[in-house]
């Protein structure tokens, strides 16, 4: 099985990517920061401190966490119930940038993820992705993004679908965001030493996929062949 690790910041565009790159490969994408943000929803509607350790802990024995695949399209069930676009809510961004630093929470998600990539061949987006979850995946890509380039891109992204805020709160969320993720002690959001950087604060979506299918052509010749 091909294991294909994009890497990188908030809103840098890695979900748009790899769910294109996926559709192009015929593979299999999986939107690991979604699983993050569905424990973060629960934590919230539980109305639980999402920085304290022993508080999140104690609620993981309540979620279930599963992913279904309808039309190529991923779906993340919290508890049995599709959230759909309820867990793109910027403050949910914080609760699971938040519950992602907590050792317990990522234990919790790794199997799952694991378990896909052993199943499947898998483009698979995160913040740690190529280090910790496929750290031999065949191709790591560590996609960023000015924040500026990045906050416009979210803030667009939100308001076409009538989620209401400001440019200026969604880059504020987005650098504290960032702090925290390159900060964290557990999993930090950092490149891996064989990933290769793609910085796509100039390209579009189009341009960016197609500087990405040319890094893995080069690495596994034979999907260019698909």
């Known amino acids: ?17 790899a769910k294109a790159l996926a559709k192009d490969l015929g593979i299999v994408y999986v939107d690991t ?18 920085k304290s ?6 609620i ?7 992913i279904r695949y309808e039309n ?3 779906h993340v069930l919290l508890n049995g119930e599709d959230l759909g676009d309820r867990i793109r809510q910027p403050d949910i961004s914080m609760y699971a940038s938040a ?12 199997e799952t993820q694991r ?26 890509i560590f996609l960023s993004a000015s924040s500026e380039a990045r906050a416009i891109r979210r803030y667009e992204e939100l308001k076409a679908k009538g989620i209401e805020t400001s440019l200026e709160e969604v880059l504020a969320d987005m650098e504290r965001r960032d702090k925290a993720d390159r900060e964290r002690d557990v999993a930090p959001a950092v490149a891996a030493p064989d990933a290769v950087p793609v910085d796509n604060s100039g390209l579009d979506a189009e341009q960016t996929l197609e500087c990405i ?9 034979s999907f260019k062949t698909k």
């Open 72 to 74: 190529g399209a991923q």
């Open 99 to 110: 519950v992602s630093a907590i050792p317990a929470v990522r234990a919790f998600l790794l």
């Open 115 to 140: 378990s896909i990539a052993r199943e499947n061949n898998v483009v698979m987006d995160g913040r740690d992705i190529g280090t910790v979850i496929l750290p031999n995946a065949d191709v790591k």
């Open 1 to 17: 099985m091909y294991q294909i690790a994009i890497d990188g910041p908030s809103g840098a565009g890695k979900s748009t990517v």
């Open 53 to 58: 350790g022993p508080d999140v802990e104690g």
């Open 60 to 66: 993981l024995p309540e979620i279930t966490v599963t």
């Open 33 to 50: 920061g979604a699983l993050y943000r569905a424990v973060g929803y629960y934590v919230r509607e539980k109305g639980i401190d999402p």
């Open 213 to 221: 299918k040319q890094i893995i052509f080069k690495k596994i010749p």
